[in-house]
């Protein structure tokens, strides 16, 4: 798998702390421009400490990380981050928490007209409109997490990594913010690489599904996900893959995963 073509590759990535066994090894993967792509697997796996690497957060032990086809040793001012808490400035107000970091100075310069625009247009974009001088102690759960999406989107990325942001939510809400995620993505012509444990998740929101496993972790299998939208968790289609999913999981042996959860 070489680097052309690819938003994000990454080639035979290691990870292992100081003086401790390795978390991950011999990891090779890429995301296309505008895919969703799901890294799914059980806690302790090392998917959020594999996405930390690919994300320029940590370093590799071996291994190389590619991002719009220049090596990446620190976090790209063209991606973004959601993680599962929202994050959110209590003493800043949405259109101040959605616009904070743009005038930092790895991040491209841009006027004030355009950082109001690009703070209103991400504004829009989830839903958020007419909440802008709301405080995060006035939000609900769901519209923090559209607020910290928000957040990721006003930096035009050309690839979002989340990381299990919506496993804090009620089902009712986390439905609506898969949704959401899927279609901000695909209108704002970005990619996106999401970490979940969730594999129902993974199947409604992903183009392509990676299952990470074993002890250190690594890639087991890979499914394209070519079902049309919106998809339907009990649809035939779905179930079968889903059992596919489930079929190889049960075949991994590994102490330090957990059983991937079915929420749907």
Sequence with gaps: ???AGWALHAGSLAYAYAGGAAVFKD???GVRPR???ALLGGSGCGK????RVLAGLQPPSAG???FLGAPLTEPNPRSALVFQQASLLPWLNVTANVGFGLDFSHQPRISRSEHAQRVQ???DAVGLAGSEKHYPSALSGGMAQRAALARALARQPELLFADEPFSALDAITRAGMQTLLVDVVHRWHTAALLVTHDIDEAILVADRILLMGGSPGGIIREWQVDLPRPRLADSAAVSQL???ILSTLQGV???ASTPVESTI
């Design 35 to 37: 895919e969703i792509v």
């Design 27 to 29: 990891v090779s993967l």
């Design 1 to 3: 798998m070489s680097g």
């Design 121 to 123: 247009q991400a504004i």
């Design 253 to 255: 042996r590994s102490a």
């Design 48 to 51: 959020s400490t594999l996405l």
């Design 242 to 244: 889903r059992n596919d």
């Design 64 to 66: 190389t990380v590619q």
